[in-house]
């Protein structure tokens, strides 16, 4: 009988430690149970403690609210250009109503990665290949937007879609680097090319520069050296006046200047002719009267006006006295032409002078 005792109770503890156990329940944080009395749903569980029905109540399923991220293996997919490429997304969702996400799909897991597939193929077949490499951020906003309103029903929220990464065939890809190690010469040329055109603009530049630089220098220079020169010559001219020399000195100093202008290289035959005495004297007396006229003794103080006045007599007389030794010169050629006979050849040395014609006459 006591055996029998001791069972009961052992029965009725372990009855009543069941109940207990059945009867509380603790919600953790961020984490939502949905209760079912008798097969229909009751109401959802908060975090924290919560008393239930012991044998009556049930928790149908525990929901986490916080947002989850979910990485889909790769997926094939065509673009329109006929490309197959592969395609791998990230998802981000988080439950909104566990109620629905409960009852209104089985496994609302399962869908979204279905959905994306699907909603992916659909964006990517109306874009090519180049499009879809560079236009990822207007695939995750189409996709987000598709996804979002889908998944609204089921008392799930999309926040995000990233698209992880690309991956075009690799005949494509082999492709791609060809063309985009071209694209990188072509543009190493250009550059190559700009640098080698900017080398040869400043070149350019700077020769101009110097030549503009050595032009101005040379101008200087000239500009330096007649100034100089005019500064000699008009050095030369004041201390001639001032010195006043007198007309035996220049007549000297025009003696001495025969030899060096007789000494040209250009000079081949000179002339000589008899009458050339004559002029001598002639231009002798002409400075002789000059010099009687304004006298030989060189003065101290030199007068402009009369500098003038006698450099224009004697510039007349010389001109007087050239026109007249002009004349005497070819009376004279006149004369020995019409002394020798027609028939008479002339000898070499004929170009010396009329002073050989003569000699030649009386042989």
Not at 43 to 58: C, K
Not at 122 to 140: K, M
Not at 249 to 264: E, T
């Amino acid at each position: 009988m006591e055996a029998i005792i001791l069972v009961l109770v052992i029965v009725i503890a372990v009855l009543a430690v069941t109940t207990l156990v059945k009867s509380v329940r603790i919600v953790p944080q961020q984490r939502m149970d949905v209760v079912e009395r008798l097969g229909k749903y009751k109401r959802t569980l908060s975090p924290g403690l919560n008393l239930l029905v012991p044998f009556v109540d049930a928790v149908r399923t525990k929901v986490d609210m916080r947002e989850q991220v979910v990485s889909f293996p790769p997926q094939p997919v065509i673009t329109s250009d006929n490309l197959v490429v592969s395609i791998d997304t990230v998802l981000y969702f988080k439950v909104v109503d566990p109620v629905r996400a409960t009852y209104e799909i089985s496994n609302f897991l399962q869908a979204i990665e279905q959905l994306t597939v699907t909603t992916l193929r659909n964006v990517i077949g109306s874009l090519d290949l180049e499009r879809a490499l560079t236009s990822r951020d207007q695939i995750n906003k189409h996709l987000s937007s598709v996804l979002d309103e889908t998944t609204g029903r089921w008392g799930i929220k999309v926040t995000r879609v990233e698209i992880k990464a690309i991956e075009p065939p690799p005949s494509i890809r082999d492709s791609m680097e060809k063309q985009m190690r071209a694209e990188r010469e072509r543009r190493a040329t250009i550059l190559n090319a700009e640098g080698h055109k900017q080398a040869a603009i400043l070149t350019a530049e700077g020769e101009k520069q110097s030549q503009v630089l050595r032009a101005d220098g040379d101008r200087q220079a000239r500009i330096l050296q007649a100034e100089g020169q005019a500064k000699a010559i008009r050095t030369v001219f004041d201390a001639i006046h001032q010195a006043n020399p007198s007309q035996k000195v220049l007549a000297y100093q025009y003696l001495q200047a025969l030899p060096q202008i007789a000494n040209g290289t250009a000079n081949k035959v000179w002339i000589v002719p008899a009458e050339l005495t004559k002029a001598l004297e002639g231009l002798g007396g002409a400075l002789g009267g000059l010099a009687s006229t304004a006298g030989d003794t060189p003065s101290a103080s030199v007068d402009s006006g009369a500098v003038e006045r006698e450099a224009q007599a004697a510039a007349e007389a010389a001109a007087a006295e050239a026109q007249r030794v002009n004349a005497e010169v070819q009376a004279a050629e006149a004369e020995s032409t019409a002394a020798l006979p027609s028939s008479a050849q002339l000898p070499s040395s004929a170009a010396l002078g009329s002073a050989d014609y003569s000699e030649v006459e009386k042989n």
